[in-house]
């Protein structure tokens, strides 16, 4: 690719926001300013659908305070959408472009936009057209090849870590109970691994530490194994906090539950409703009958569901950095001639956390699955590996103490009591 | 009361925690070091449950530093219980006050802990048994009686803003749909209210500003009005980002429910899962057909859950400050021969807030419900008044921007494109 007179660059986001996607958007604005051959920055409004439809916003019109709290919020500023180009949208494409003058296309997304992204540069080939598009990796889900992490995922971490380890803070002062967790996660248990950076807020009491039980979807989910290890861990404890990811709810059969293929509405079972949690509220309550000192066991469920990207005012600062970056490098290499990549972010240290991005090839990304591996479980497969929060910690970035109480009872005066 | 020798002082935790339950209990630690007639501070292990069964913690032996990590925790640092006590309880109650020297109670907790000091202080007198014995209001349903506001309501207010400012900068920017989120609230809306200062976030945008539509359980709620409601805003503005409190659900029949009476578990409809947000999703996506540019309508609904008084590290500032002053300042009372009483919070200005503590007659608590009065509501009933906005901007604090990147859209060089 050889461009040489001025051009526009063009920002797309693309499928689910993160916390920090409007942080790789500012770095692409920033960064541009650099060059002069960039002449302004373009955002499609709504992804694939604003391009198509000409829905196009000049970012290079914003002031820099207003940049800089955009930038620190969730949700997608630009907008987003879940659009595949169709072979025929790919003439329009090209149209747009040409109209706008726009020569350098920045894709940010996940695995999905990668692969519109490769659609966009075969048609380029194709035409013999010289544009230069680079993907910029996103997603709360950190299941894109390549990368050592995906931006978006280190503060869905932080917020599935400060719930779980509140949630517990909960659970023992209240509950004395089984509460179960739903964390995002369809394919892959990242975030759901994720939570157990909660252990880190725990301190001192690192051995009875939330989330005390973590299951994946990577790996397959038995009821039996689940209520054995529920009812060991109770034993122990006296209490259960555990996470689960939403997508081993596409491991059960309707069979499982209750009889049922379908619930009232019709729908399939589970996605996107709070049913995976009432399911597992049930089997506890149903198989386990354990009877604490303070009363029947009660066993709840909470479904986390969006705010774990979408909460206001919780990002992981290194999230933040290496999302600016991502989006800043982009234009670098953009500039310098290499495209038709992926961003990817490579690790140097974890302590101090340092990292650096380079490229790969986008056939190496699109549609393809970065699961979480073995080595990042426990040998349970029911938690997580220290090499797991040892990778995820920096990333998630410091967390507030989850203190408690010393229980150091007084000597007792009098004779025991019956109720 | 007249208590002249040295005594002990007890505390209980009692119902549901909050964020900032563990302030007052360090109010009443850090309070008491200032009278000498009080030799040292006991809690109850688990409220109730730990004063019958002599479940007694020295708190005056913890550290300073780690109080102050305790204090910012939610989670009940003592333990919680549910525990009323029985007429044959009582004796115990006393042997326990008895045998150790326990001469100073202070309750923490709702209207049913109001109630339980009630009958331990009747209890008292009819034994001619000196025992002053103080309420501490805590909840962060806000329900209390004769109290300004309830310390744990601006933090539970809080993280429901900050979960609905940006759930709307998700829905804005990804599914242009219905978004509902069910609120805490069996009985009264007050947190599903306090969602609404997520409209400070949004600043100049405020006409358009989250949460569009907020249901409390002191208004019937009707189907009909409600799938208009959604309507009308989703005319107006392409999206909406709706506040339900759970006390709604009490409301439905049955046979609101397609037909059911139960769920498949045998449970009662509702309460503690996500059923409720997945009916009213239901109904939304079967009596609205709307067809927005980016696709069909999509309604999801989250359940915010326990996260709203547990989720570690989001405090209000004033709300901590408030709960360590009903804490501190229930010992001043106690040590000055003022009993029998909840401590109660007196506004004396919103701007700049500044309050003070007063008492009430635990008659005027004990049992009581303190519902959203109407002139906190909009005329529709769907949404807060201004009067709710001033009355809880403090309690919740200022709230990070939840900016958005201005729709300016560049001159269209093509026709219109027709997918």
Same sequence: chains 1, 2.
């Avoid at 955009?70 to 949208?89: M, Q, T, V």
């Avoid at 869905?156 to 002062?173: F, I, Q, Y």
């Avoid at 209520?227 to 689960?244: E, F, I, K």
């Avoid at 150091?408 to 109720?419: G, I, P």
Wanted: net charge neutral; hydrophobic share 40%.
């Amino acid at each position: 690719m050889s461009i040489s007179k001025k051009a526009s660059a063009l920002v797309l986001q693309s499928g689910g926001p993160t916390a920090v996607i409007n942080q790789s958007l500012h770095g692409v604005v920033v960064a541009s300013r650099d060059y002069a051959k960039i002449d302004r920055v373009l955002g499609a409004y709504h992804g694939l659908h604003g391009l198509l439809h000409e829905n196009l916003i000049d970012l290079t019109q914003i002031d820099g305070e207003r940049w800089k709290q955009i930038a620190a919020c969730p949700g997608a500023a630009l907008g987003s959408a879940r659009l595949k180009p169709k072979k025929s949208d790919l003439d329009r494409v090209f149209e747009v472009f040409k109209a706008h003058n726009i020569q350098y296309v920045f894709y940010n997304g996940g695995n999905d936009s990668a692969e519109a992204a490769q659609l966009i540069r075969a048609e380029a080939n194709a035409r013999g057209v010289e544009i230069g598009i680079l993907h910029i990796p996103k997603t709360i889900d950190n299941d894109l090849m390549e990368t050592d992490h995906c931006p978006g995922f280190g503060s869905a971490a932080r917020v599935a870590s400060l719930l779980a380890a509140g949630d517990d803070l909960d659970n023992m002062s209240f509950y004395n109970g089984v509460k179960i967790n739903i964390a995002m996660g369809r394919h892959t248990g990242w975030i759901a691994a994720g939570s157990a950076l909660a252990r880190h807020c725990f301190g001192d009491e690192l051995e009875n530490a939330a989330p005390h039980l973590v299951y994946f979807p990577e790996v397959k989910f038995n009821e039996t194994s689940f209520l054995n290890d529920v009812q060991r861990t109770y034993d122990r404890l006296g209490r259960v906090t555990l996470v689960v990811s939403e997508g081993i709810a596409d491991q059960f059969t309707g069979d499982a539950f209750v009889g049922n293929e379908k619930d009232e509405f019709g729908n399939p079972l589970f996605s996107g409703s709070g049913r995976l949690g009432d399911y597992l509220v049930h089997i506890v309550e149903k198989n386990l009958k354990i009877k604490s000192e303070l009363g029947k066991l009660r066993a709840r469920a909470d479904t986390w569901g969006y705010m774990q990207r979408s909460i206001l005012g919780i990002t992981s600062e290194n999230d933040a950095k290496d999302a600016f970056r991502v989006g800043a490098d982009a234009v670098g290499y953009m500039m310098a001639g290499k495209s038709d990549s992926m961003v990817t972010i490579v690790r140097k240290s974890s302590e101090p956390y340092a990292c650096q991005t380079s490229l790969c090839d986008l056939a190496l990304v699109a549609q393809k699955t970065r699961y979480l591996p073995e080595e990042f479980m426990n040998s349970a497969k029911n938690g997580v590996s220290d090499a797991f929060l040892q990778y995820a910690a920096p990333l998630v970035g410091r967390l507030p103490a989850a203190q408690t109480l010393p229980v150091n009872l007084s000597e007792k005066r009098l004779s025991e009591y019956k109720r």
